[in-house]
């Protein structure tokens, strides 16, 4: 069994990455062998990333926030609220923005399992990086 807690055991660790636009703590990564790695991520107020996990699957759920996710292949915009769950099936490329005076905080799930030490390519996705 695994148990972790998210202010004893990742903040402030490795596993608690930082960037101007998000930061993202690692809860289970490749390394802890389930199969996917989840993630509690902070998209900061008023940010805007242009993403693409080209060789990943993401689910991820809105816990706290307002922003929305645009589709780029048909430039559909969908709100994203605290209840919002998105799963981007078809590695879908798409803009992620969190609305000003309001950080959201993400729930997001990576198959296959990030290791936690990728970072995102210009094209805004992750290398496929085996632990």
Same mark, same amino acid.
């Given at each position: ?58 689910? &991820? ?5 307002? !922003?929305?996710?645009?589709?780029? *292949?048909? %430039? ?5 609220? #605290? ?25 997001? &799930? ?5 290791? !936690?030490?990728?970072?995102?390519? *210009?094209? %805004? ?5 085996? #632990?």
């Amino acid at each position: 069994m695994i148990v972790k807690n998210l202010y004893d055991d990742v903040i402030g660790t490795e596993a608690d990455v930082d960037s101007k636009q998000w930061t993202s703590r690692r809860l289970l990564l490749a390394k802890d062998g389930m199969g996917f790695s989840l993630h509690d991520t902070l998209i900061k107020e008023g940010e805007e990333l242009h993403l693409w996990y080209k060789n990943h699957l993401e689910a &991820v759920y809105c816990i706290e926030g307002e !922003g929305e996710i645009e589709e780029k *292949k048909n %430039g559909k915009v969908h709100a994203i609220r #605290e209840g919002t769950v998105y799963a981007l099936n078809e590695h879908d490329q798409h803009i992620l923005k969190a609305n000003k005076g309001s950080q959201m905080r993400m729930v997001c &799930v990576f198959n296959p399992p990030v290791t !936690g030490r990728e970072t995102h390519d *210009k094209d %805004g996705s992750y290398v496929l990086v085996e #632990e």
